[in-house]
């Protein structure tokens, strides 16, 4: 049987072509300009629909007399091209909004060969209703999955459609239904509506998002749902949510929860320079920048665990921080967690140049006598630099020095090692 032409192309095979694309695709050969590939994406583009794309290969049948039905099909005329050309260079129109005509087109697509009936399934986006009436326990299935939709006027089973007989759906009112959802999930979501026609018939489309903070969770019991239960929605139906999903939901919470401080963290990193800010640890006190380490006295602590007590009032619509315990800062004990600084002001590096610079010894041999000598636990000569409290009640408890645990120096150390090395120490 041939195929329909041009005037009947929305009722052809997708990927079949008309008399007049052919018409054209010969025109384009003769003319010897493009090449199959480049024809077909032509052709493609006039259409704007990837789903009916056609392949460079049909471009060589063409070419190759391959098709018999075609034999027949005139090239078309230098204004076919033209006009195919300029629809082909157009800018595709893009509307991606989750109820725009192209979309809605894409998720409700008439069933071929049984008109007023839809080829679609309840999936985990689509529930179906032959009326319009919103259930809780789906808009919160929806909400704490990828969002979905509410089709009224298609019968739930069937997918038969109905239509709406009247304007009730039109004049809905949105308000209450997010005040029923803040009142019964204690969360605000987005919901957006519109009417769509199918084979003439009008239906409404309501479309609910995800929730921005996952699970949604029932604070009532309400609408056939337990306070504190959690709805998923799943293919077809919506049911409490399985242990696996709710993991998935939580750790996904966390690490939404870890970028949003992290990212609050570094724009005051930004804001006040990496040379002025530092990282504090509230457990031990210790307090790690670019200009230096330091600790907090341990009694000061307490009274500064403001990110734990603090709250936030607001006035005048502007945040601000309420600080919790006293902290009077001439009453403050600051002590360098590199403590040894008082009394032995050198590291290890500064240590090493004044030995080498009198010596011309190498980092070994000055490794081998500071081993031998045991000049890291004589405080004759030096004091271990720990890096946090915990190491240094380790320590002072145990004895015991956290492998890889830095040393500072004195001018007895210095002395001690250029003495050994042969050196003349220079008062």
Known sequence: MEEPGESNVSNRRKNSLSDVEVAIIKALIAARKHSNQEIAGLINRARGDAASDISS?????IKNGQIKKYADIAAASPAEIEALMAKAA???????????????????PAKPGAPGSLAITETDRVECKKSVSFVMKTIAAFANNKGGYFVFGVENATFNVVGLPDDRFEKFDLNKL?????????????????????????????????AHTKPVIFIHNADGATQGHIYYRYPGEDRLISSADLQRLIEQR????????LSKHLANIMRFGIENAAVMNLATGEIDGKAGSFLIDEALLPQISFVKDGEFVERSGAPTLKLIGEVAPTKAT?????????????SYIELFRRVKKATGAKQGAIDAIIKSK???????FSHYAFRNNADRVRYEETGVVKRGAASNYNEAAVRLLIKELGGSVVL
């Open 254 to 261: 966390l690490q939404q929860l870890s970028q949003t401080i």
């Open 57 to 61: 290969g049909r471009i060589s049948n």
């Open 90 to 108: 157009a800018p595709i129109a893009v509307d991606d909004g989750p109820l725009s005509p192209a979309r809605l087109a894409q998720l409700l």
């Open 374 to 380: 045991k000049m890291k636990a004589n405080k004759a």
């Open 334 to 346: 600051v002590v360098a967690i590199r403590e040894a600084l008082e009394g032995y002001p050198l």
């Open 178 to 210: 997010n005040q029923n959802i803040r009142d019964q999930l204690g969360i605000g979501l987005e919901i957006l509506l519109a009417t769509h026609r199918i084979d003439g018939k009008k239906v409404g489309v309501a479309y609910i998002g995800q």
